[in-house]
């Protein structure tokens, strides 16, 4: 799996765009970028994932950039329930679902009322 | 779809003792995994099945750990002669290619081991 490199922490004013960065320089073209969140003393929640185009659904936006290098996860209107730990995952070839996701430390995400 | 559960949420047993842990994941899901995660740190994988066979596993998953998934369905997660470096939340997800294209991987609650 790719190695990704998040930032340790990150405030965002409840009400506002939090905008999560993610480095992925050296995914593969068939690896998928996957998003997960893990609020306090609950397991990993599935966010959002994509390959080449971005993506929205109902919790989020994923923009990946054109040389697949780096991401950002948006939460378009952070609430208080959105603060967590969010990884950054680069999936297996196989999407995640063969192998095991790799997960580093995350970004912890405050929502700062 | 009634999520990934697992059993019991939380277990405090005494180093040395045995102890044994299941998953139930979403039904239709063919694949589950462990992981673990310590303090402060993300889940680490330890094993996968496709239906009941156990296919990778960790080097995290020393002789003390075994792990069966029987009939395909639920799964369970034994420790035998725990130590307090076991100590650590234990993760079950689940996922299927067939239903979500991707094999995107679906978690459970996890089961909080304290090892005295």
């Known amino acids: 799996d790719a190695k990704t490199t998040q930032p340790t922490s990150m405030d965002c004013a409840e009400g506002r765009a939090a905008n999560l960065p993610c480095n992925h320089s050296?995914?593969?073209?068939?690896?998928?970028v996957y998003w997960y969140r893990q609020i306090h003393s609950q397991g990993p929640q599935y966010i959002i994932h994509?390959?080449?185009n971005n993506e929205t659904n109902e919790m989020a936006s994923l923009i990946i950039t054109e040389d697949r290098k780096s991401s950002t996860l948006i939460l378009p209107h952070a609430t208080l329930r959105d603060t967590a730990v969010y990884y950054c995952?680069?999936?297996?070839?196989?999407?995640?679902?063969?192998?095991?996701?790799?997960f580093g430390k995350g970004t912890h995400l405050i929502i700062q009322p | 779809d009634t999520g990934v559960s697992q059993n019991p949420r939380h277990k405090i047993t005494k180093r040395g003792q045995n102890v044994t842990f299941r998953c139930d994941p979403i039904?239709?899901?063919?694949?589950l995994y462990w992981y673990r995660q310590t303090l402060g740190q993300g889940p680490e994988f330890l094993t996968y099945?496709?239906?009941?066979?156990?296919?990778?596993k960790s080097r995290l998953l020393s002789d003390r750990f075994s792990a069966e998934r029987p009939k395909g369905s639920f799964s369970t997660l034994e420790i035998q002669r725990t130590e307090q470096g076991d100590s650590a939340m234990y993760l079950c997800?689940?996922?299927?290619?067939?239903?979500?294209?991707?094999?995107?991987?679906?978690f459970g609650p996890g089961t909080r081991l304290l090892v005295l």
């Open positions: 997800a689940s996922s299927s290619r067939r239903t979500s294209g991707t094999g995107t991987q679906y």
């Open positions: 099945f496709q239906n009941e066979a156990q296919l990778e």
């Open positions: 995952i680069g999936g297996s070839p196989s999407g995640g679902g063969a192998d095991g996701l790799t």
């Open positions: 994509g390959l080449k």
């Open positions: 039904s239709e899901h063919n694949r």
């Open positions: 050296t995914i593969s073209g068939n690896e998928y």
